[in-house]
């Protein structure tokens, strides 16, 4: 069982907006401590998708947003691709844990 | 370029002992607090270990505290994770990880993994 609560799978035509959820709670997310997001392609390591909840690193595109509001987080995808077919993760603090917490993972399909 | 090199994976018995190392390059090693990631088979990664960028500080998930004990040499850009009383649900791919100057708890470079099988 995850700390962070993400759906296991979501779906989408190319082209199509997808959002994944991620929930916490007053130790971590509520708590005030930003949120990251990963993808992860089969067989290869994690990626720093969004940093500091809204945050793109150099050379991930647009099409990838995050945002934050109390205890939960968002990762919003647009115009969908088939390369963006991946796993995604959220992370962040726990306080109560005293580390990094992360979200059981999200599959992205696209149909 | 940043790069992290994983290396020391294997397959031990319940009980054992491994040591992991992790090689770093491409970016002033002293100056970044660098983690330790594992992720079980089909799972989500899980947060193991760390170290302040001079070696001052350790930090541990409850699953790891007392049995792994991470260490860094700066002057070698090597960072390690001595495991020992390893059960089965220790099984996983071990990450290197770098921590973001900017952002704590933000893990922006991610090495290739080893693999850690803890089975008889």
């Known amino acids: 069982q995850s700390v962070l609560t993400q759906p296991p799978s979501v779906s989408g035509a190319p082209g199509q907006r997808v959002t994944i959820s991620c929930t916490g709670n007053s130790s971590n997310i509520g708590a005030g401590y930003d949120v990251h997001w990963y993808q992860q392609l089969p067989g290869t390591a994690p990626k720093l998708l969004i940093y500091g909840n809204s945050n793109r690193p150099s050379g991930v595109p647009d099409r990838f947003s995050g945002s934050k509001s109390g205890t939960s987080a968002s990762l919003a995808i647009t115009g969908l691709q088939a390369e963006d077919e991946a796993d995604y993760y959220c992370?962040?603090?726990?306080?109560?844990?005293?580390?990094?917490?992360f979200g059981g993972g999200t599959q992205l399909t696209v149909l | 370029e940043v790069q992290l090199v994983e290396s020391g994976g294997d397959l031990v018995q319940p009980g054992g002992s491994l040591r992991l190392s992790c090689s770093a390059s491409g970016f002033t090693f002293r100056s970044y607090v660098m983690h330790w990631v594992r992720q079980a088979p089909g799972k989500g990664p899980e947060y193991v270990s760390a170290m302040s960028s001079n070696g001052g500080n350790t930090y541990y998930a409850d699953s790891a505290r007392g049995r792994f004990t991470i260490s860094r040499d700066n002057s070698k850009n090597t960072l390690w994770l001595q495991m020992s009383s390893l059960r089965p649900e220790d099984t996983a791919v071990y990450y290197c990880v770098r921590e973001s100057n900017g952002y704590n708890w933000a893990y922006d470079y991610w090495g290739q993994g080893t693999l850690v099988t803890v089975s008889s």
């Open positions: 992370q962040s603090y726990d306080s109560s844990l005293s580390g990094a917490v």
